[in-house]
């Protein structure tokens, strides 16, 4: 029977925890902040700690603590920054393998399997592994395992940090949920200036969609908040519909995109490597496409 | 205070080179090794702070991917290329034990060979590698020397003995400071990498490149996942361009397009 140490130092991320963990493991315990831990589902645990997030590396020293008094076969978080790198600084500490952002982990015997998305998304590398192991799960891979909870919680004591906090600021953030949204309208260099992204605005709200762009319009021009940005290091989306608008087509781009249903590209450069990834696409100055589009939109759809 | 800092630099598969034998298996030996995009941030960290507070920027790597025999070369044109950034010396881990690489195993390497260099007060490393993207490198290092580690810092400054960092994460943005040794990994926001000149890129040539076996450091050959295929996701897409003798019709297709699909509702 596989025993599963199972901790996140988000709290929001247990349910999808408690979801693998079931999955993978015989017998578990979770270590995690007192609003995740006071909520761990009996069916899953047989024990929670409380440990609040603070700094990865305490966390990381509270974590090693009860992996050495457990002794699991199997540690698994869910791939935020802050448990992936406690992750990997438990993984190191204890000599272990571990796999960041794993998908179909298995379990057979005393070996794991699991696969990765690698080179900038665009492929999938095969793993195998001998336990024990620690596993930092792609995030988005299983339902959410929404269960009363009730086992016993024991409160853990974490070190006292070497890195310490000065000051914590919430990123600012627009009522957009791109992750879940079924229409994108994506926004990139073609764009010349910031006032003109209301062309695709007006796309969007037409089609009930939402707005994401490239890297350049977030992180170079600042023209929108870092929540629309479609890439690895950003936001991945899966709707049924993507209509990139004056975006080249970067594989660290087209890697978020990939699971878009339909994608339609827009772009005056008929060799821009979008149109390769695209369903549909249209060579032309989105200046003279798009507003003919919208228009042609509003007669189609009467809005 | 002159400040010893060692960067973690990969010599990467380049994602934007992706070869392929039959019909999704990814040749690697057939792809391209380039500096890590993050490394480069990591670089550039290092040698502004010793531009501020003069020292040395050693840059460290350990071989990845096979055959061994020839990526030396590649790897060390890589290396080159952070010498020529502002980087002083190369150190570099060649070991058939070691390859393909795995984030345990080359920590455990790095580690070695920081512990050899002797004295170093700030290790930088990009935030994941361009090729992997597993962001544990840095972080194992961190462990293994015991050194406090601040990951994914879109900003550091150095000063008094200490580092100050902006952690980004998802939802918040963390200053956060640590008392130097420490390892910091960095982001992209971290600066803008230089673009080295001609004569920057000649002198690097006479900069040192050294080259280490796991012998050399006293290790054993770690025992490290198997790295089984790598194979490219294919999804197959229509490629279909709308043409038409003006933007009216090309507009017409693609909304007749969307509705046949049932992604948009008439």
Redesign the interface.
Known sequence: MVKALAFTM?PGLVAELASHTRRLAGEAVLVAPKEAASKAPAGVYTKAYILEAG???AF?AALEKVYNEYKPDIVLTIA???N??AA??????L???????ALEPRIEGSTLTAK???????????????LP?VLSLARGAAEPLQEAGGVEAQPLEAPQP??????????V?EAVNLEEAE?VVGVGRGFRSREDLKLAEELAQL?GGVVGASRPIV?DYGWLSEDRWIG??GKKIRP??YIAIGISGA??HMAAA?DS????AVNKD?NAPI??????????DLY??LP??I???RE??NR | MPLNIAVLAKASLDPNMIRTRGDSLVDIEAMPLALSEYDKNAVEAAVQAKEKHGGKVYVLSVLTWPPAARRVKELEQVMREALAMGADEAHVVVDEALIPGDPLATAEAFAALIRKLGQVDLVVAGEASMDMISSQVAARVAALLDLPFIGFARSLEIGDGRVRAVRDLEDRLETVEAPLPAVVSVTGEANKPRIPTLIQVRRAFRKPINRYSLADLGLEPPAKPELGEIRVLTVSRKNIILEGDNLEEIAEKLIDALIKEGVIKA
């Open positions: 988000e700094d990865p590396a990381a935020s920054k802050n992936t790198t990997a600084l438990l993984a190191a500490k000599r272990l393998p571990m796999l960041t952002e990765r998305r690698v080179l900038g998304g665009r492929a999938e590398a095969s793993y195998r592994a001998q192991a070497r890195v310490t906090l000065l000051e914590s600021k919430e990123k953030r229409i089609l992180a690895i290091s049924k519909l594989p660290q990939m249903k339909i994608i339609v008929k149109f390769q990834y695209a369903d549909y696409g249209v060579v032309a003279q496409f003919v589009l228009k042609k939109l189609r759809l």
